[in-house]
């Protein structure tokens, strides 16, 4: 192929990238989710017939939102906790990145958990309703742990900081609620109750403010 020949071509696919909508698609940067976690822990307490244990990540991130309003700047949290203004809200907790200061608990959870089947935990947002304490609120989602779906509801408060938005919650839920037999370990003479409870203290933040 000539040099002239190489210059029309590239000249060609050039424009049709500019002028196309598949062109356009390519170059098009992807618009920034309307919210993201700047920051965020993730605590499961338990207990067994020896003692208490705790696992915990900070790998927390936002896989989906959408906001069915055109709030920006100072006012945009008070909007987005209304009814029905979060379209979808879907957040993922990586199961490997779950850890303990207890040696040897690490394997045990990530067996009960089958993270080599089911390697995220997530929960999905359905509704937030509001409490009488000024900031409270119920949020009712599904949550996913080890492949199994379940409703769930959890207390939380909202608060602010700065432009960003302090979320803080609770649950208490069962294990076997989700088909998980609760870890053991030392040949079963440790074995661990399938009560446990999951505390979150995060940071969310928007471009839109």
């Known amino acids: 192929m000539t040099l002239a020949r190489i210059a029309s071509v590239s000249l060609t696919v050039a424009v049709a990238l500019v002028f ?6 390519l170059f098009a940067q992807a618009p920034a989710p309307p919210l993201a976690m700047t920051k965020a ?7 067994s017939n020896v003692h208490d244990w705790t696992a915990t990540s900070t790998r927390v991130r936002v896989v989906q939102a959408k906001i069915a309003t055109e709030a920006k700047g100072a006012g945009f949290w008070d909007a987005v906790v209304k009814p029905g203004v979060i379209g979808s809200f879907e957040i993922v907790i990586p199961v490997a990145t779950l850890t303990s200061p207890r040696s040897g608990l690490d ?13 995220d935990i997530t929960f999905r947002l359905k509704g937030l309703t509001p409490k009488t304490a000024a900031g409270a609120f119920t949020a009712a989602g599904v949550l996913r742990v080890a492949g199994v779906d379940r409703d769930v509801t ?4 909202l608060g602010r900081a700065g432009q ?3 979320v803080r919650g609770s649950t208490a839920l069962l294990m076997t609620d989700f088909g998980i037999d609760p870890p ?26």
């Open 184 to 209: 053991r370990a030392l040949l079963g003479t440790v074995r661990s109750s399938p009560n446990v409870t999951i505390t979150f203290e995060a940071v969310v933040s928007s471009p839109l403010i």
């Open 20 to 25: 196309c909508p598949i062109g356009a698609a």
């Open 41 to 47: 822990k993730v605590t499961i307490e338990g207990t």
């Open 164 to 166: 960003n938005l302090v």
């Open 107 to 119: 394997k045990n959870m990530y067996k009960a958990l089958k993270a080599d089947q089911h390697k």
């Open 154 to 157: 959890l207390d939380i408060t």
